[in-house]
């Protein structure tokens, strides 16, 4: 498998041409992909690992997929960071890991994280980089 993104998010522009479903709703969705497939090429230009970037397109392309409104697509391709609540953070339906992993790279290059920002993005590293994780902390996967 090549794990490009585009290759992930083929299967859903097919589902929504194909599915039945009112055009109001086909039109959303494949507006929705297409910003997905914009903004994952910016993060691609950026030098962003392609095994994020098809995680991405894979569970937003199935969200985008069961969306039917407008609000809902807007919070669904917003990058979104979880509620923190003083102690942890707390994600909601619309909060990918991959994604949230680039928000906090992206915010560390703007200025040092303060210690939630940091545990927590070593917190999703060590999620979505298991083995990578592992073999710079000397830690099992």
């Known amino acids: 498998m090549k794990n490009d993104f585009v290759d992930a998010i083929l299967p859903y522009y097919a589902e929504i041409i194909a ?3 009112p055009d109001r709703i086909r039109e959303l969705r494949f507006l929705g992909i297409r910003r997905l497939q914009s903004y994952l090429g910016h993060y691609q230009k950026l030098g962003y690992a392609e095994k ?7 569970k937003k392309g199935r969200l985008i997929c069961s969306v039917s409104s407008r609000t809902e ?3 669904l391709l917003k990058p979104r960071c979880p509620h923190y ?3 942890k953070f707390i994600s909601d339906e619309f909060c990918i890991p991959e994604e949230e992993l680039i928000c906090w790279s992206e915010t560390s290059l703007q200025a040092p994280l303060n210690e939630a920002g ?3 993005y070593m917190e999703l590293f060590s999620q979505v ?3 990578e994780y592992g073999q710079i902390f000397g830690k099992a996967e």
Not at 52 to 58: S, T
């Open 129 to 131: 980089f298991p083995t």
């Open 118 to 120: 940091f545990r927590r």
């Open 19 to 21: 599915g039945d479903i």
């Open 52 to 58: 994020l970037l098809y995680a991405i397109a894979e």
């Open 85 to 87: 609540d003083g102690n």
């Open 73 to 75: 697509m807007e919070k």
